[in-house]
């Protein structure tokens, strides 16, 4: 029997491999899996649950696991934790998570964890743990519960987890939390006992203490006992509408609910996150696609926003415009995957989840479309393309707001010619404030919170933008579809999106992935001098000032207003972008300087430019323009 046994495990770590080996297509790539079954039963009064779980966590790694982690995020809102000591020792705390009790002039910010009562407070308590029906032992570390197995988890086996615990939800101080600013009751956000990640780097077992999320794929299956006023909106598919109603139930038909609470039924298929938000007095409105994506707005028509914002015609207009938004998205990176998604009223600002979003709604327009673009496009980069947030922020806060800029200037109409002016000028201000660390820092150990948002947003924008630089933009475009094509409910890593963008172009960009994240080396190039030579020549000395690397894009104008378009290729790149210019011999790294010789008189010349197009991220553009 043992032998059997030991057979059959061994089988198993056979096909799992073959299986991920035919996946990642290399050999190497692998993804752990979970199955998550939970049901927990809320009591609003008091702001408490309690709930049961049970996973089957599948091995796919070649590693042989002797302990798992989860996280137990809610416990980071108690006074003393880790997040409540950050935010009192970094020097510019989130505004939303602390009390000024000082003055406008003198301000004294105050932590809000710091001040939570019993009462108020955030809690995750495990009562019973076991595997695979055997009590096994665990510790809670703060926002992170450590377990030790009973039976290692060898390569390709399957394991039960089953779990019962108490929680207490806290008041909204970060994304998640009980009664927000705006008078919604609940936003769930990382409410669960969540299965920590473990990759080719090991366990990610980071505590909760400011920043983003990592998970592992699985499926879901949720059911929520909730009061029955409460209207839900979240992450997955309603099983029982015609129990739910709420504007779930199919059109023409009623509801009539028994009892005094009711069981919402939902199912998730491919996620790595859960995430719903409720309200009693919630409006859900619905609108269907043509591709028959169902899109859920779930918001309080509250009056006393409407002289201020507009509010509820301002998310009547959002609904029309959210597919305009999915469409230029399923356009310029690929088709959304699932059937629905819920832009809900919750949290503090504006943050994504699975098939869901939870925003603050008393916003402008052009602010609440703003919002609802960024987030939705998370369902790209960070859902589907689902990077570690805590490692590699700027690939998912980045690039999403270089796409979501595009597409709200194109739902918008406003036609700009530069929109992401605003990140490369973000960028170019950190760079320049000395504040800036490389972008391979762990989002948690940035000195500054300004210093993070800069490098993660814009640095992270300008990355794609820029890269159209070096490659092309219809390169760029062809790159960000076959990413999403080849990493699509994957965990890619930088290196994996630079190998596309290679195999794409042809160009060899490793230099650009690691000067650009893995350095605070900057790009600074200027005119040195413009010499005349005999004969009715002119002698133009470029100077590579900063550290970082590019091509040289150069625009010659001419008094007669003519003009020429000079293009010095990069020697490292070892390739030439496809664009209308003169070509000249590329420019090696090492050398400091670059001369062109023009069979023009100098006195001939109005303008010298370096990077008309201003994509490229030059942090001293002083130097980049001569004229006589």
Known sequence: MIAKKTFLTFCIACLSYFSVFAQGGNGSYWQQHVDYKMEIDVDVKNYTYTGKQELVYTNNSPDTLKQVFYHLFFNAFQPGSEMDARLQDIPDPDGRMVENQGTKENPKPVSRIALLNDKEMGYIKVNTLS???????????????????????????????????????????????RNSKEGVALSMAQWYPKLAEYDFEGWHANPYIAREFHGVWGDFDVKITIDKEYTLGGTGYLQNPQ???????????????????????????????????????????????????????????????????????????LQPDTEKLLDFFNEHIGPYPYKQYSVIQGGDGGMEYGMSTLITGNRTYESLLGVTAHELAHSWFQFVLATNESKHEWMDEGFTTYISTLAEDHVLDKNNEFPLKNAYRGYIYLANSGAEQPQTTHADRYVLNQAYGLAAYSKGAVFLSQLGY???????????KRYYQDWKFKHPTPNDFIRVAEKVSGAQLGWYLNDWTRTTNTIDYGIEAVNALPTERTKITLKRHGLMPMPIELKVTFTDGSSRMFYIPLEMMYWQKPLEAEKLTAWAWGHPTYEIILFNDKNQIEKIEIDPSQKMADVNRENNIYKP
């Open 131 to 177: 595997q695979d029906g055997v009590a096994v032992k665990h510790k809670t570390i703060g926002s992170i519960l450590q377990v030790k197995l009973n039976q290692a988890l060898l390569p390709g086996a399957q394991t039960t987890l089953q779990m019962t615990w108490k929680a207490q939800i806290p008041e909204q101080i970060r994304r998640s939390g």
């Open 243 to 317: 129990e739910i109603g709420h504007g779930y139930e199919a059109e023409g038909t009623s509801v009539k609910h028994k009892g005094k609470k009711l069981t919402w039924h939902f199912v998730a298929p491919q996620v790595h996150d859960f995430t719903w938000g409720a309200d009693p007095d919630f409006v859900h409105d619905k609108r269907v696609t043509k591709e028959g994506v169902t899109l859920h707005f779930l918001y309080k028509d509250n009056p006393a926003y409407e002289q201020e914002n507009n509010f509820t015609a301002n998310w009547k207009r």
């Open 470 to 480: 070096l490659i092309g933009e219809e390169n760029l475009d062809k790159t960000l």
